[in-house]
């Protein structure tokens, strides 16, 4: 369920305030006067190792007449009377105020590090990074915000939280043993992403800017996060400054204690304020055996993730709109057949399986598939298969020929991860549309004459129309090279700025796709 991810509601303000530290008693004003104390708390729950929020330890505060930008005097010392400062201590501080009865004030926060990359603007109300000379893996970095409206009615204690406007970006690996011992050793890392703002407005929480922003190389993470039961070691840590779930370019490098540099890119990474998004697998020695996944890290989650564990609660969950998580593998003895009708919905496969214990396919009711989506928009993430039913190949009409998954109904699918297997097609778009960032894509050795030609595939005709499109920007297709696709004209699937790259895996041909973050 959705929560609103900043608490802009009412706090303190003034005329006039007595010194710029929370330490020093407040100057008293003439005319009715209320003592009020701003209890101010960064948010509770925050994580251990990277995120603990101890780094920000520089208060500063302005005041304002309730819907006025010009600043007012909060404090009788220092080089501006304007900008008030506080240290935060063991994440809290409390600011003793005295404010005039019965008038009503903004009052904007932002606690940072000594000596930040942040500069605080009191007439727009904003504050903005400098990106200069950025390293990565800097938990200095790390910042909160809030701005509140109170109307003083007399001696008060309040309080209220501030909250962080960053995405955090993990990423980490658990072969940094293995890779040593085969002469690559990890010391240093730098992380590019395309697209990150640069400009904060305390008051609506918006941001600003879309700048392509390099954590230069730096000490890698140090630590490490268990995941799923399992410990990794972090390599890259980094803040983003970011407001709704949005998709970002990442680019990694690291770099040994030979000053070996190896680099790998990840397409379409989920980024959310006050989200973890961890990038994990055996990223040193296998880059494709790689995992995102972005949860709830920091303080307020932003949606509720529904645990299912068989067919017909999956469909009841999706076409409700929820967020799905799968608790255990579905063996299905009918295709699921999904219409999200206009909602958007997600499914993690979080490790488990969706598979067809049957034929399924029948093309007099339009049947072909496991996964049939027709209408709205689904997310598929995770490590997990969606396979279809397979079997020996005999005379029509008893061969199975089922699909992993189609999408119908002008319908929306976005595939992030997971492992898709189908008979002679993986993925197939009657009608819609199909964007394909990570995962696995293969068909099985069953003995259509087809192959694997047609592993992803769209109707010919609506494809050359328009009305079924194909956008690739990752994942691994075995046997099947996606800049030749097998509609009319053999056209790329994949937009510009991105490249498939021929490998052999487990003995097969395959086509790995990829930005070119690093040229």
Known sequence: MKKTLFSFAAIASMLMLGACSSEEPAVETAGAKSTVAVELQLPDGLQSRYGEGTTATDLTYAVYEHGKKEALAVCTGGADATIGKATMSGLKTTITLQLTTGKEYDFVFFAAAPNSIYSFDKADQTVTANYTGLKANEESLDAFFNTTTYKVVGNATISAKLYRPFAQLNILTDDVTASSAAGFAPQDTKVVVKDVANKLNLVTGAVEGEAE????????????????????????????????????????????????????????????????????????????????????????????????????????????????????????????????????????????????????????????????????????????????????????????????????NGAQLVINGGNFKGNDTAVY????????????????????????????NAYDSAFTGGTAKITIKGGTFFEFDPTKAPEPGSPSLLPAGYKAVKTSINGKDAWVVSAELFG
């Not at 949005?246 to 304020?273: C, D, L, M, W, Y």
């Not at 819609?432 to 050795?445: A, K, L, Q």
């Open 213 to 408: 922003l390099t954590y230069d190389y730096n000490a890698l993470a140090a630590g490490k996060m268990t995941i799923k039961g399992k410990d990794y070691d972090y390599l890259a840590m980094n803040y983003l400054l970011v407001n709704e779930k949005k998709t970002v370019e990442v680019g990694f490098g690291v770099k040994s204690t030979k000053n070996e540099e190896r680099a790998i890119p990840f397409n379409n990474v989920p980024v959310q304020r006050n989200f973890r998004t961890n990038i994990y697998g055996s990223l040193l020695t296998n880059a494709l055996n790689v995992n995102v996944e972005i949860i709830p890290g920091f303080n307020e989650p932003d949606y509720e993730v529904v645990g299912v564990s068989d067919a017909e609660t999956l469909v009841s969950e999706l076409t409700a709109g929820n967020n799905v998580a799968l608790t255990a593998d579905i063996n299905l003895d009918q295709a699921v057949i999904l219409n999200l009708a206009g909602k958007e919905a997600t499914i993690d496969l979080n490790g488990h399986n969706i598979i067809g214990s049957k034929k399924f396919y029948d093309n007099t009711v339009n049947v072909w598939s496991v996964l049939s989506v027709r209408g709205g928009k689904l997310t598929i993430n995770g490590d997990g298969n969606v396979f279809a039913a397979t079997g020996a190949i005999a005379e029509a009409p008893n061969y199975i020929e089922d699909f992993a998954i189609d999408v119908n």
């Open 429 to 456: 778009i009657y009608s819609g549309s199909v964007e394909i960032n990570g995962g696995t894509f293969e068909v099985y050795d069953n003995g259509l004459s087809y192959g694997a030609r047609y592993n992803i």
